[in-house]
């Protein structure tokens, strides 16, 4: 399965919205869906599973919806430690492909 | 807390071969599927490789089946990461990567800080 995700750079200020797409080229099964923020030096961290479910430590700014080929992430009231590259990943089928990242960057 | 501390890179000629290792603390890596993950620096990640909790299920990308081993040692809490024929493009900062429990089907909650592996005459 092939991962599009869209747009590749995001140019926004803190409090704004951000709001990230990733396309499969075939549905992905129980919605098996992850995002992951990277930020520069740093390993990925895991935002949201199940393409709507957060881990206990991340901030509820962040939500995730979507299933079978469309999905997306948003994030509320951008914070300066939110501006990172994210990736999507599904993990429904192998390979276990990831998504090319969206840079959200300060504008 | 779930540690993963990787080991093993260097630099590498084209056609050698290198095994990554990860070893793993702060949580039962027996029950855990185990991931490879690779990023050449500066760009995006690609995903590598799974094995299971009990080593029986592997499955691999691509563009490196046929090169790459993934296997386990649970009495060790290590994972390893054996890799032949190694190409160029194969050079990158390799993450190990914590998966479901007892199940491949899943997201990647925990992740070590990589092992770099460049590959070059």
């Known amino acids: 399965i092939v991962l599009t995700q869209s747009p590749g750079t995001l140019s926004l200020s803190p409090g704004e919205r951000a709001t990230l797409s990733c396309r499969a080229s075939q549905s992905v099964g129980s919605s098996s869906l992850a995002w992951y923020q990277q930020k520069p030096g740093q390993a990925p961290r895991l935002l949201m599973y199940a393409a709507s479910k957060r881990p206990i430590a991340i901030p509820d700014r962040f939500s995730g919806s979507g299933s079978g080929t469309d999905f997306t992430l948003t994030i509320n009231r951008l914070k300066p430690e939110d501006f990172a590259v994210y990736y999507c990943q599904q993990y429904g089928t192998s390979p276990h492909t990831f998504g090319q990242g969206t840079k959200v960057e300060i504008k | 807390q779930v540690h993963l501390v990787e080991s093993g890179g260097g630099v590498v000629q084209p056609g050698r071969s290198l095994r990554l290792s990860c070893a793993a603390s702060?949580?039962?890596?027996?029950?855990?599927?185990m991931h490879w993950v690779r990023q050449i620096p500066g760009k995006g990640l690609e995903w590598v490789a799974v094995?299971?909790?009990?080593?029986?299920?592997?499955y691999y990308a691509d563009s490196v089946k046929g090169r790459f081993t993934i296997s386990r040692d649970n009495s060790k809490n290590t994972l390893y990461l054996q890799m032949n024929s190694l190409r160029t493009e194969d050079t990158a900062l390799y993450y190990c990567?914590?998966?479901?429990?007892?199940?491949?089907?899943?997201?990647?909650?925990?992740w070590g800080q990589g092992a770099l592996v460049t590959v070059s005459s």
């Open positions: 990567a914590r998966g479901g429990w007892m199940q491949v089907w899943s997201e990647l909650d925990s």
């Open positions: 094995i299971s909790y009990d080593g029986r299920s592997k």
């Open positions: 702060g949580f039962t890596f027996t029950y855990y599927a």
